[in-house]
């Protein structure tokens, strides 16, 4: 099994900073897509930043030059860098990556969600 831990969320003034982590552990063969994606209240969940293995990053247009995603493979985590945060920003986030298990199975999967919540 994968298994994602996230971390970094919490309460944040409008044009303050938060930094998420998310942990990958398990039966990890190789993560080709890491990735953040964000459900607000009332709303779909939306993809905020993803990290495949190779090639550039993708960001949604609404936090394009705001946010940052970035990885560390050896420690199999990813990170979400927040800047000029908003209220809009206030959702709960979620990691998933896709991975190669050990048993060579695609899988994909999800962390449990890090609430974000930004005051104006």
């Known amino acids: 099994q994968v298994q994602l831990v996230e971390s970094g969320g919490g309460l944040v003034q409008a044009g303050g900073s938060l930094r998420l982590s998310c942990v990958a552990s398990?039966?990890?063969?190789?993560?080709?897509?890491m990735g953040w994606h964000r459900q607000a209240p009332g709303k779909a969940r939306e993809l905020v930043a993803a990290?495949?293995?190779?090639?550039?990053?993708n960001y949604a247009d609404s936090v394009k030059g705001r946010f940052t995603i970035s990885r560390d493979n050896a420690k199999n985590t990813v990170y979400l860098q927040m800047n000029s945060l908003k209220p809009d920003d206030t959702a709960v986030y979620y990691c998933?990556?896709?991975?190669?298990?050990?048993?060579?199975?695609?899988?994909?999967?999800w962390g449990q969600g890090t609430l974000v919540t930004v005051s104006s």
């Open positions: 398990g039966s990890i063969f190789k993560i080709n897509v």
């Open positions: 990290f495949p293995t190779t090639g550039s990053t």
């Open positions: 998933n990556i896709r991975a190669l298990t050990t048993g060579l199975r695609d899988v994909t999967v």
